[in-house]
């Protein structure tokens, strides 16, 4: 979400006679795109805007913040950065910076959620794609799920579903351009519609017709979404993608915790059993199909059972990928009441522990794969000197030997020779379609 919005304010930047330069030093306007999810991050703006402000006593420079950020950050920002605004009065970001010194907290209407007050005119902006072969789509904003542990409902405001005509146009012309890689973008994207029922198709219909335009296209692309939610997940969404094949074999269910009782007191509005009939529908629907979640260690009165039982469940469901994170209370949120009782030391531990346990089963998935042949973009080279980097269709990183210039972005046939933690390795097989 955070790299699909920066390509929007470059966009409106661009237009606005603006040049991009990755040297901060010669810059006159320097911004941050913000996530309030995690405390690190913002350490991280603290760090940035304190040395941008020393700056501006030898020179002139203009800062702005917006992005995921929660009210009481928001505030403290207001007297740090010249701009800050939310991320849907984008397209007004050139009258801000025409009388910047003047700091623009949001305005909130009476009725309105001040998040989503012209968001339409945020998406109608047309992104600077950074990259020439995957492209993100946006098709909601917020989220009506209020977890005890999160900020995105203080951040992003209630759900609310873009035009699915929106969606599929601009799905359209980014493939006729020639992007591989598309991914959905929503806090919740499995919930896509209810908010405008009987107005709008709901998130399985979307898939379908995704699915359609792609038999009709006739180009070989793979559409992903993220995230979905357990509570509002269905065989129907699996059914669909196993019908078409535009539609990518790769899911990530966040999963939170492996415990009943974690579950519920962080309001997930699921419980293991629900998770588990899912994880079966997907493996009986779609076997090939890679699995990744996310994980949060040291949650609030998280026992040693407790965690034991996220354990367990990431022994039982062997992830593919496992975004891994220790608990970190945010203003705003629910839990940020409560008492955060379990030691730094001890979440390090259990983060270490469920790390292991991830290496473990991607290792021995990947070892399955050798002597197989997979599909994969090529994203650019690789760390090791001389080969390339690839994602499989289930976002799995392979590597090969460069043996063709000028591969980045194209469909390639790799034949897996061996394999290690989190990656795998092989030689070319042959070229798919140049385009």
Same mark, same amino acid.
């Given at each position: 979400?955070?790299?699909? !919005?920066?390509?929007?304010?470059?966009?409106?930047?661009?237009?606005?006679?603006?040049?991009?330069?990755?040297?901060?030093?010669?810059?006159?306007?320097?911004?941050?795109?913000?996530?309030?999810?995690?405390?690190?991050?913002? !350490?991280?703006v603290y760090s940035r805007i304190h #040395?941008?402000? #020393?700056?501006?006593?030898?020179?002139?420079?203009?800062?702005?913040?917006?992005?995921?950020?929660?009210?009481?950050?928001?505030?403290?920002?207001?007297?740090?950065?010249?701009?800050?605004?939310?991320?849907?009065?984008?397209?007004?970001?050139?009258?801000?910076?025409?009388?910047?010194?003047?700091?623009?907290?949001?305005?909130?209407k009476p009725g309105i959620d001040p998040h989503n007050?012209?968001?339409?005119?945020?998406?109608?902006?047309?992104?600077?794609?950074?990259?020439?072969?995957?492209?993100?789509?946006?098709?909601?904003?917020?989220?009506?799920?209020?977890?005890?542990?999160?900020?995105?409902?203080?951040?992003?405001?209630?759900?609310?579903?873009?035009?699915?005509?929106?969606?599929?146009?601009?799905?359209?012309?980014?493939?006729?351009?020639?992007?591989?890689?598309?991914?959905?973008?929503?806090?919740?994207?499995?919930?896509?519609?209810?908010?405008? #029922?009987?107005?709008?198709?709901?998130?399985?219909?979307?898939?379908?017709?995704?699915?359609?335009?792609?038999?009709?296209?006739?180009?070989?692309?793979?559409?992903?979404?993220?995230?979905?939610?357990?509570?509002?997940?269905?065989?129907?969404?699996?059914?669909?993608?196993?019908?078409?094949?535009?539609?990518?074999?790769?899911?990530?269910?966040?999963?939170?915790?492996?415990?009943?009782?974690?579950?519920?007191?962080?309001?997930?509005?699921?419980?293991?059993?629900?998770?588990?009939?899912?994880?079966?529908?997907?493996?009986?629907?779609?076997?090939?199909?890679?699995?990744?979640?996310?994980?949060?260690?040291?949650?609030?009165?998280?026992?040693?059972?407790?965690?034991?039982?996220?354990?367990?469940?990431?022994?039982?469901?062997?992830?593919?990928?496992?975004?891994?994170?220790?608990?970190?209370?945010?203003?705003?949120?629910?839990?940020?009441?409560?008492?955060?009782?379990?030691?730094?030391? /001890?979440?390090?531990?259990?983060?270490?522990?469920?790390?292991?346990?991830?290496?473990?089963?991607?290792?021995?998935?990947?070892?399955?794969?050798?002597?197989?042949?997979?599909?994969?973009?090529?994203?650019?080279?690789?760390?090791?000197?001389?080969?390339?980097?690839?994602?499989?269709?289930? #976002?799995?990183?392979?590597?090969?030997?460069?043996?063709?210039?000028?591969?980045?972005?194209?469909?390639? !046939?790799?034949?897996?020779?061996?394999?290690?933690?989190?990656?795998?390795?092989? /030689?070319?097989?042959?070229?798919?379609?140049?385009?």
């Amino acid at each position: 979400m955070n790299l699909s !919005d920066s390509e929007r304010v470059i966009s409106v930047l661009n237009e606005n006679g603006y040049s991009w330069t990755d040297n901060e030093e010669e810059a006159g306007l320097i911004g941050i795109l913000a996530c309030s999810v995690r405390q690190k991050a913002i !350490d991280k703006v603290y760090s940035r805007i304190h #040395k941008w402000n #020393k700056w501006k006593n030898n020179r002139n420079l203009i800062t702005f913040i917006s992005g995921c950020i929660l009210p009481e950050d928001h505030e403290k920002f207001l007297k740090l950065f010249d701009i800050t605004f939310q991320m849907k009065d984008l397209p007004t970001l050139p009258e801000m910076i025409s009388r910047y010194g003047v700091t623009t907290p949001a305005h909130i209407k009476p009725g309105i959620d001040p998040h989503n007050e012209n968001i339409e005119e945020f998406w109608n902006v047309k992104p600077s794609y950074q990259s020439v072969f995957e492209a993100f789509i946006p098709i909601q904003n917020g989220c009506d799920k209020f977890c005890t542990f999160c900020a995105v409902p203080y951040t992003r405001g209630r759900e609310v579903s873009r035009p699915s005509k929106d969606i599929l146009a601009e799905l359209a012309l980014l493939v006729s351009q020639g992007y591989k890689s598309i991914t959905l973008l929503g806090q919740n994207v499995n919930s896509y519609g209810i908010d405008k #029922k009987r107005e709008e198709i709901l998130f399985p219909e979307l898939l379908r017709q995704v699915g359609e335009l792609g038999n009709r296209m006739k180009k070989e692309f793979w559409v992903y979404f993220t995230s979905p939610h357990p509570r509002d997940m269905n065989d129907e969404v699996i059914e669909v993608i196993a019908q078409y094949p535009v539609l990518a074999k790769q899911i990530h269910l966040p999963m939170q915790s492996g415990d009943d009782k974690v579950l519920i007191r962080m309001n997930r509005k699921h419980n293991m059993e629900k998770y588990r009939q899912i994880v079966h529908s997907i493996r009986r629907l779609i076997p090939q199909a890679t699995l990744f979640t996310d994980i949060i260690v040291g949650f609030t009165g998280e026992t040693e059972e407790q965690f034991e039982n996220t354990r367990r469940a990431m022994e039982e469901f062997r992830f593919n990928m496992s975004y891994t994170a220790m608990y970190s209370p945010r203003p705003g949120a629910t839990s940020h009441r409560w008492v955060d009782d379990v030691a730094q030391d /001890e979440k390090k531990r259990r983060l270490h522990i469920l790390t292991e346990e991830l290496r473990k089963h991607n290792r021995q998935a990947n070892r399955d794969r050798v002597g197989t042949t997979v599909r994969a973009i090529v994203r650019g080279a690789d760390r090791k000197p001389g080969y390339l980097s690839a994602l499989t269709e289930g #976002k799995l990183i392979v590597r090969f030997p460069e043996e063709i210039e000028n591969l980045t972005g194209q469909f390639v !046939d790799v034949k897996i020779t061996s394999a290690s933690d989190f990656s795998l390795e092989g /030689e070319l097989v042959k070229m798919g379609e140049l385009v």
